[in-house]
Every structure is written in structure tokens, then in C-alpha cells.
């Protein structure tokens, strides 16, 4: 069994066909307040910089988070006209069994403008993030949250295939507009090494 050494989580750029997701750089932050400054009537529930301010907080955050081992964050890039569409990352990594690579991991601080939701886009990017997670690093049990009130997430984690855990009540900070200091409850999903291979073939087809 590898000692775990490094606290950064291993892993680079994963490219698609459709998307192609970047590891977070200070650069991209002018793209990101680009994308977040758009229709926001879908980020009600999540926390999307609406400006380069905000987009440059937002950046530093995750790479603060990124350099302590406990988040992999990126960029989504479309590769049909190369635009930045939003952000996605690797979060709350675990080693129960002690590993170098986590045991588990949660794929979250998901979002995506209006007109790459529901697309081939989102679904590629879970494919990607979910292949490295299940057979480069082999972990467990990957993870995948929401506010519980964001029935739009919801439905969308339902539709990949993840089996609902349950509710942590006031789990974790809120993001919705107002309720800054206040903590949210998460609906909990997961899938596990088991349900893996049926679902990866789901979702190439």
C-alpha cells in the first residue's frame, strides 16, 4: 500500500469531444466573469462570480484549495467554439484505506451558462471527471451533492445515474442569494466502484 506523500490530487487536463476541462488557472478568470455575467436565472442556488471582482475572489479560493490537496478544480471549456462555459472540480477527497490516490471523492461546484445546460457538453464532463475517479485514481465511491431545494440539480444527478443517500441538514454554507451565513442542507448522492462499468457504457452511448 503507497503512503500518500503529495497532498495534490494527481490529475491534469481531461479532454472530450465536446469539452474539455482545464485545471483552474489565474488566467482564466476574465473568461469565467464573462460566462457568470450572463442569464443567471439558473444559479439561484449556486455560487457563480457575475464579475472579474467576484471571478477573482472565486479563482483564488480553489487554487487556495487546490494547493492544500483537498479540491482539483477546472475550467469547461466547449471545444465547438472554444469558449469557457463554466466550472466544475474534484472536492472533499478521502483515504480511508490510506492510499496515495483517495478512496473517494466528491465531483461538485458544478455550473455551466444557460446554453450548455442539458447538452452533450454536461454530460461529457461528468464521463471525464468520472473515468479519472473510478479507473485512474480507483476509488470507491464518488460523491455528488446538491442544496436539497435545487430541484433542477437534482433531476440532473438523478438522470447520470447516482443513487440518492439521503439529507445532512445544515451541512454546508448556503449559496443562495440572501442566505450568506446560513447553512444549506445537501441532498447526498453517490455511485460506487460496483455500478460503475454499466453506467460509463450509459453514458458513451
Not at 76 to 82: E, F, K, L, V
Not at 101 to 113: A, M
Amino acid at each position: 500500500m503507497a503512503d500518500r506523500t503529495d497532498p495534490a490530487l494527481d490529475v491534469d487536463d481531461l479532454a472530450g469531444t465536446h469539452v474539455i476541462l482545464e485545471r483552474l488557472r489565474p488566467d482564466h478568470v476574465a473568461a469565467i466573469a464573462e460566462a457568470g455575467s450572463g442569464d443567471r436565472s439558473t444559479f439561484g442556488w449556486t455560487g457563480v462570480p457575475g464579475n472579474e471582482a467576484e471571478a477573482e475572489a472565486y479563482v483564488g479560493t480553489l487554487l487556495a484549495d487546490a494547493g492544500r490537496g483537498m479540491a482539483a478544480p477546472f475550467v469547461q471549456r466547449r471545444t465547438a467554439d472554444g469558449s469557457i462555459v463554466g466550472c466544475t472540480r474534484f472536492m472533499s477527497p478521502l483515504w480511508p484505506l490510506g492510499r496515495r490516490d483517495p478512496d473517494e471523492v466528491e465531483i461538485g461546484g458544478t455550473w455551466l451558462v444557460a446554453d450548455a445546460q442539458r447538452s452533450a457538453v454536461n454530460s461529457e464532463a461528468k464521463l471525464l471527471l468520472l473515468t479519472h475517479a473510478f479507473d485512474v485514481w480507483a476509488v470507491q465511491r464518488v460523491a455528488i451533492c446538491t442544496d436539497d431545494r435545487n430541484d433542477r440539480s437534482r433531476r440532473a444527478i438523478e438522470r447520470l445515474g447516482a443513487t440518492f443517500e439521503g439529507i445532512l441538514r445544515r451541512h454546508r454554507p448556503s449559496t443562495a442569494a440572501g442566505e450568506a451565513g446560513h447553512l444549506r442542507n445537501t441532498a447526498v448522492y453517490s455511485i460506487i466502484a460496483d455500478e460503475w462499468p454499466a453506467l460509463r457504457d450509459r453514458l458513451r452511448r
